[in-house]
C-alpha cells in the first residue's frame, strides 16, 4: 500500500511561516505530486503541484502566487511547501497527493491525483 506522510504543521500568528512536508515510497519516484487544503465546510482546493522531471515546472493556486514555494528532492522522496507571510484564510488540513508516472503538466485538480496523505493541521490565528 502506498504511504505519503506529511509533517511540520502546526500553529502561527498571521505574517508567520510554515513548511509542511511529505514525504513518499520510493515507487513514486517521477510522479506529479501536489499540496491541497481543505477548511472546514469547505471543497478541497490545491495550492501549488510539480511535475515528476528535475526540471520542476510548477503551478501555484492564485491565493499562494508570491507566498507558497514547493520543492521536491527526488534523491530524498521528500516533497515541501514553504508558506510565508500566512492569513487567517490559510487555515486548513493540508495534503500531500502523487499522480505516479511521468507529467510534465502539474495539476491542481484534486481527482487527477491517486494518492493522497492523512494531512497535517495549519491554524494561523493571533
Known amino acids: 500500500q502506498v504511504r505519503l506522510e506529511e509533517s511540520g504543521g502546526g500553529s502561527v500568528q498571521p505574517g508567520g511561516s510554515l513548511r509542511v512536508s511529505c514525504v513518499a515510497p520510493?515507487?513514486?519516484?517521477?510522479?506529479?505530486m501536489g499540496w491541497f487544503r481543505q477548511a472546514p465546510g469547505k471543497e478541497r482546493e490545491g495550492v501549488a503541484a510539480?511535475?515528476?522531471?528535475?526540471?520542476?515546472?510548477?503551478r501555484y493556486a492564485e491565493s499562494a502566487k508570491g507566498r507558497f514555494t514547493i520543492t521536491k528532492d527526488n534523491a530524498k522522496n521528500t516533497l515541501n511547501l514553504e508558506m510565508n507571510n500566512l492569513r487567517p484564510e490559510d487555515t486548513a488540513l493540508y495534503y500531500c497527493a502523487a499522480k505516479p508516472g511521468v507529467c510534465w503538466i502539474p495539476s491542481l485538480y484534486a481527482p487527477d491525483y491517486t494518492y493522497w496523505g492523512q494531512g497535517t493541521q495549519v491554524t494561523i490565528s493571533s
Open positions: 520510493g515507487s513514486l519516484y517521477r510522479s506529479c
Open positions: 510539480i511535475d515528476s522531471e528535475e526540471v520542476g515546472r510548477t
